[in-house]
């Protein structure tokens, strides 16, 4: 009876801190992205992360200012605004939660850079320099993995994936928004595969995107078949 209360309050603790240390991240082309401090896409409470510390495991690094990483900041599903005004991407340029309105460019030609940093490589830590101002990471979907043209938020655990590729498709990239189809020859009979495998001796496969190869007879020595 003890050891059952005792499996009872550790299962409840467990689920305590996978609750805590759940984030919400938004998906979009090939790409996660989340708040440093883990603040939701869909978050309305203005925030500012203006403590220095490191960037959060699991491969995260500051979003680079592109068209892409510019839509997720300023156009989140339904009405999120990820409880911020602004997002500071890894140039410390700040682009508005509203529509991808940017800020005036007077911000970089005054110096007054957004994105704060103190130390180098690993040992680097960032933090904004004007409050209601949050940093916008990125991470690229893993080998095997990818996610389209649709902004998904999701709430995983810090190094969750996107979605795996089905069987007779792969991704080969990082970063992938769609899988490819396994070349004829070639089969992938999992799913989240990054290469596809060639077809065994003794079999085929005349078709793309397949899961399995056939059998089918081998020619006998000194004859051939030019037909699939």
Known sequence: ?????????????????????????????????????GASPTS??????????ELPAGGWKLAPNTADARSVAGDTPGDGRWGTSLQVMSDGRAYWTNKNDETPDYWSYQGWYRLGTLGEGSDARYAVTICNSRLLLQRPCAGGTYHGTTKTVATEMDGAECSSCPTGKFAANTGS?????????????????????????????????????????????GSYSDTP
């Open 1 to 37: 009876m003890v050891v059952m209360k005792w499996l009872l309050a550790v299962a409840l603790l467990l689920a305590h801190w996978q609750a805590a240390t759940a984030v919400e991240v938004l998906r979009f082309r090939g790409h996660e992205y989340r708040t440093r401090d």
């Open 44 to 53: 309305t409470t203005a925030g500012c992360e203006d403590t220095y510390s």
């Open 177 to 221: 928004s769609t899988c490819l189809d396994c070349d004829a020859g070639k089969y992938s009979g999992n799913t989240g595969s990054s290469a596809c495998t060639n077809c065994d001796a003794g079999t085929f496969s005349a078709d793309i995107g397949v899961s399995a190869c056939s059998g089918g007879a081998l020619c006998n020595v």
